[in-house]
């Protein structure tokens, strides 16, 4: 069964930058019919779909996001990251990585990551 982890600061100053390490194993992040996705939840909030990576290293972006948002992978180490540049507290939520099975239909996600916290505060 494939698992995913988390990994990154559970704090980081406005203005700054961060990244998150998804991990996974159990599974190679290049076999295709996946897309690995990025997914936030702000305290209080819905879950908010920030951007995927395909099994070919193809990425998408949330509009809303796509210009402070990067990710990227290291299929050696089968883990793909998410970088957030210019971080404001409005970006403190729970960050998930997740495993989209998109020959179902897209947004079908069959794997998550535990989620961790980024709380961005001066």
């Known amino acids: 069964q494939v698992q995913l982890q988390e990994s990154g600061p559970g704090l980081v100053k406005p203005s700054q930058t961060f990244s998150l390490t998804c991990t996974v194993s159990?599974?190679?992040?290049?076999?295709?019919?996946?897309?690995w996705s990025w997914i936030r939840q702000p305290p209080g909030k819905g879950l908010e779909w920030m951007g995927a990576?395909?099994?070919?290293?193809?990425?998408y972006y949330s509009p809303s996001l796509k210009s402070r948002t990067s990710i990227s992978r290291d299929t050696s180490k089968n883990q793909f990251t998410l970088q957030l540049n210019s971080v404001t507290p409005e970006d403190t939520a729970v960050y998930y990585c997740?495993?989209?099975?998109?020959?179902?239909?897209?947004?079908?996600?069959?794997?998550w990551g535990q989620g961790t916290q980024v709380t961005v505060s001066s």
């Open positions: 159990g599974g190679s992040i290049t076999t295709n019919y996946y897309y």
């Open positions: 997740a495993r989209d099975e998109v020959r179902s239909s897209l947004g079908t996600y069959d794997s």
């Open positions: 990576i395909t099994s070919s290293g193809n990425t």
